[in-house]
Every structure is written in C-alpha cells, then in structure tokens.
C-alpha cells in the first residue's frame, strides 16, 4: 500500500477553492487574474500528489528562476513520512530542468535518492555523486535540442502511465506574476519553461513575491513540431520574435504557491593570475582580427560559458577597446553588469541571468537602466544554430581538456566521471564565426601543483571535435589553427598552449607517432594508441600526468 491516499486520476481541490483566507496583498497585486485565487494552495498541501515514477519538470536554468516551495515541501513530506525506508512506499521521479537549479532542491533530492533520471544538464555535489554511483540516470544533451526533443515526446516513449498525450505529469514553475490573460511572467531565467508547460499534463505555479515583477524582460515564442516549424526571424540580438509572457492552459493548472525565496546563486567564480593572462590573449587577438578586417570595430555578437575565465574575459572587455558590443549568450554574470556600466556593451540577449546576491541587488537597484539593454529568451532560441551561424557569433567556453589535434572533452573526467553536462557549448561552438575554447593549461592534484595537463595527446573523451574549433588559448598562449590540417596543427597546440612541465612530452609524443605512422602509411593525424592515454593511466596510478616517459 501506498502512505499516501492521493491517486493520479482523483482530482485535487486546492485550499483557495474554499475562501482564500491565506492569500497576502503581495500575491493579489502579483496574480491579475482574479479566477486564479480560487487555486491558491499551500505547499505543503500539494506534497502528496507526487507518486512515484513521475515524470517531473522543473523552470530554472544556471540556478536562477527555479521553484522552491513544492519541491521542498515534496521532500519534508518523504522526509517526515520515512517514505524512502521502505521499497514500497519509496518515491523516485525522472526529472526534466533547462539546465542546473539551486543545490537547495536539487541536491537535497539527490540525496534523498528521490531521483531515477535526469535531464539534461546539472550541477551539485550530490546530484553528481548520484549518477556516478549509478543510482541516477542521467542522459546528457545539447541545450538546444533538449526542449524540442521534450516536445517531440521523445522522454517518454516508456511511459505506461497518465495522460499518453503529455510526455510530463508535472511542471512546477516559477513566475513573478500573471498577468489578465493567465499568462506566466518568468523570473531570472526562461530556460526550457515553455516547453515544459506545453508538455505537461498538470501545473503548479509558485509566484515569487520576494523578486521584483520582472515583466517585459522576455521574449517568449512558441514551439512548433515539424513540418509546421516556423524560422526565427531575427538578425539583430535586440530582434523580438514573440511574447512576454508564457501562455498557459488554465483548465491544466493545478495550484498556484506563493513564494518568497531567493535564487540561490553565491558568489561568481573568482579571477586569477591565469584567467586574466587567458584573457589578455584573447582581447588581444581579437584586436588583430579587427585590424585584419575579419572582424567589425565593434566584434560580432558575444557568448561567454560561465567560470573564472569568462569573468575575467567580459571584465578585460569593459576595459578593453570595443565599444557597441552586442552580445547573444546563454548566461549573464556579475561582470556583465561591469560591462554594462562602463558604457561599451549596447546590449545584450540570453536565457538567464545568474548574478551574485550582491549582483542581483545592484541590478534591480537600477532596473530602468538595464531593462532596455537586456532581453531573456528561451533556450531553443538562444542556442538555436540557426541564429548563431546567422549573427556570426563569437563563441567562447571551457573544456576539461583538449588534445593536440583540437578534440575536447567537456564532460567526463578521465573518460567516465560526469561532471555537469555539455550545456550549450557544442550549440555555439558548432556553428559560430569564432569557436574558441580557453583553459588553463595545467590543473593541481592532491600532490603536484599542475599534475593535471589540460592540453594531452588524445582527450579521453570527445565533445567538442577537430571539426569544430578555431582556436585554443591557455595562459601560456594562444592556438590559432583556423585552416590547418592536423599535422600543422598539433605542434603550434602544443607550443603556444601547452604547459612547460608537459611540453617535452608533447613534443616528444607528436614525433614519436608522426614516426610510427608515417612508416605504415596512416599519418593524416598521428597517434601511438598504446600511449595516447597514458598521462590519464599515469594519473590514476600516481596522482600526476608527469610520466617519465614513452618507453
């Protein structure tokens, strides 16, 4: 038997249905819709709905404009009932999110082993621990396939129960306010939301009275399945192609939550020594592509991933010589606000704004300032291919590692621990004007400070191929390798972005196999297999890279 004695096909009558008693002004001011008071509810209220093997969507992306409430509450209720103890009444729910949510909710899940599946993207200690134990499912996918392939039913074509027309039982989404026509006003993100509620059968709608109405900051168009998709019709970052709001069936909402939780963001990843060198190669040559005529005075449109290089890179560009910057990206952070301010970028467009506590007070303090300079968009556009390839955008981001002939692996640490996901970098990298990616070129261990060589023979696994990247940079320099085959390509990786501790090694390796394979008649990109991983296999056995060498 089941603890709980909610059914999937009896219906729910939310507390609002009898008076409302509970509803603050706050809320009555946020819901414009006056019918929707009748479905005010409680969080707590809502907890029992949720039976196990349900497939759940969550709002959210980079941890901002996620829920709060009904996901905690989901979990003091299998907390307080023990439901975990025991198989029968245990519950494990296929999670769907745009990308990452607050470690709140998400890890506390986690850790309550009360996730079976998650898509497509993550962050979280516990969350990570999970599917690398191999109690959570985890399918990792482009950020912006991730909405269409949600749509198209593709997650659910083992689903034996609920609605067969609705891939997701639930979608429990945030808002800032509804407006007249019962439409949801995202909050700091937009992510997957709309297709989220497009594909589920009952919703829940947690309006965040503690966050200013972000109304008018998105733009929100609909998703159509083929053959009757339409073409994004933008050619400029500022181009509006839909709504503000995100239409929403009424007759499927379930409840609407008031909450007052924040985003739970911290503190941006702090700059050093190395981002910034990263980030004076860069600014440096993209100097030279301006005064080469490959590039406007003021660049082409910018996407930035997220990290201490990123940071470092957008505050070198507030200092830099660009002015009328535009920028078309997946994630705003802290140092974009400095960028804003300093005059130099014009605008900008995303599918999230992930600022600190204390980025987030500066920006509503002088909301009127940006409102206009800033746009959020869902992710199926932000990282459509399609734009990205259109606008020429300049696409930058961060792998763990690459190899000599320009493969990188964002994803799996030595081959197999997963890590967050491939996010939107493949989306951008794929297809923009300039595919850039940027490391440092050593990382510390336990017991050597660069026991770790992001630049090795062979990448241990491949996200990001040859095909894709124009360029490598790293503290010690930057690879321009636009137009060269992989023999020329190899040693100007090593020489210009290779750490001193592992460029002999190199060096030495890239002989060796052009060698080998020359000989045999199989030298188009050189590799002695035997060897290709073995500063991973080094690694694993002695905690560094350093091998003594090839023999």
Request: aromatic share 8%.
């Amino acid at each position: 038997m089941r603890a709980t004695p909610f059914l999937r096909n009896i219906p729910y009558t939310p507390s609002g249905a009898n008076g409302g008693a509970n509803i603050t002004a706050a809320f009555r001011e946020r819901v414009r819709r006056p019918s929707y008071f009748s479905k005010f509810a409680q969080a707590e209220e809502l907890a029992p709905l949720f039976k196990d093997g349900d497939y759940i969507g969550w709002s959210g992306f980079t941890g901002v404009g996620y829920p709060k409430s009904v996901p905690t509450a989901i979990a003091d209720h299998i907390e307080k009932n023990n439901l975990q103890a025991d198989p029968a009444t245990k519950k494990k729910f296929k999670l769907f999110v745009g990308a990452s949510v607050g470690p709140e909710v998400e890890d506390r899940w986690a850790r309550m082993d009360m996730i079976s599946h998650r898509y497509p993207h993550q962050v979280g200690k516990e969350i990570s621990k999970g599917i690398n134990a191999g109690r959570i499912n985890f399918q990792d996918k482009h950020l912006s396939m991730f909405p269409q392939d949600l749509v198209y039913g593709y997650y659910a074509l083992n689903k034996k129960h609920g609605n067969p027309d609705k891939p997701l039982d639930w979608a429990i989404v945030e808002a800032t306010a509804i407006t007249e026509e019962g439409h949801i006003v995202p909050g700091a993100s937009v992510g997957a939301t709309p297709e989220i509620i497009q594909s589920a059968d009952k919703i829940i709608i947690e309006v965040n009275t503690l966050i200013p109405n972000l109304e008018g900051l998105h733009d929100i168009n609909q998703s159509f399945v083929p053959p009757h998709r339409l073409p994004y019709i933008i050619t400029h970052p500022k181009d509006r192609i839909g709504t503000t709001s995100i239409p929403v069936d009424p007759d499927r909402i379930v409840a609407i939550v008031e909450s007052r939780h924040p985003d739970n963001t911290g503190s941006n990843a702090p700059e050093n020594d190395d981002s910034r060198a990263i980030a004076k190669h860069l600014i440096d040559f993209l100097s030279e592509e301006v005064e080469a005529g490959r590039l406007p005075k003021s660049l082409l449109p910018l996407q930035s991933g997220i990290g201490n290089v990123a940071n470092s890179i957008i505050g070198g560009l507030a200092d830099g010589p660009f002015d009328q910057v535009q920028v078309w990206t997946e994630v705003l952070q802290d140092t974009f606000l400095r960028f804003f301010d300093s005059g130099k970028l014009s605008f900008a467009t995303a599918t999230s704004i992930r600022f600190s506590p204390e980025g987030f007070e500066h920006f509503y303090a002088k909301w009127h300032d940006y409102k206009d300079r800033l746009l959020l968009r869902s992710q199926q556009v932000a990282n459509s291919p399609e734009i990205i390839r259109r606008l020429g955008i300049i696409a930058m981001n961060t792998p763990l590692e690459v190899d000599i002939y320009a493969h990188a692996n964002s994803t799996n640490a030595l081959g197999s621990r997963m890590l967050n996901g491939i996010g939107g970098s493949a989306d951008f990298l794929r297809n923009a004007k300039l595919s850039i990616m940027h490391t440092p070129s050593s990382r510390p261990t336990k017991t050597d400070p660069t026991g770790i060589s992001c630049i090795v023979p062979f990448a241990s696994h491949v996200d990001q191929t040859e095909h894709d990247l124009d360029v490598v940079v790293t503290e010690q320099g930057l690879a321009d390798v636009r137009g060269l085959a992989p023999r020329e390509r190899a040693p100007v990786i090593i020489e210009k972005c290779a750490h001193p501790d592992y460029k002999d090694l190199l060096h030495e390796y890239y002989d060796r196999a052009l060698h080998e394979c020359l000989a045999r008649g199989a030298a188009h990109q050189p590799h002695m297999l035997r060897n290709a991983l073995k500063f991973h296999i080094n690694f694993l056995e002695h905690g560094t890279m350093k091998i003594k060498g090839w023999d």
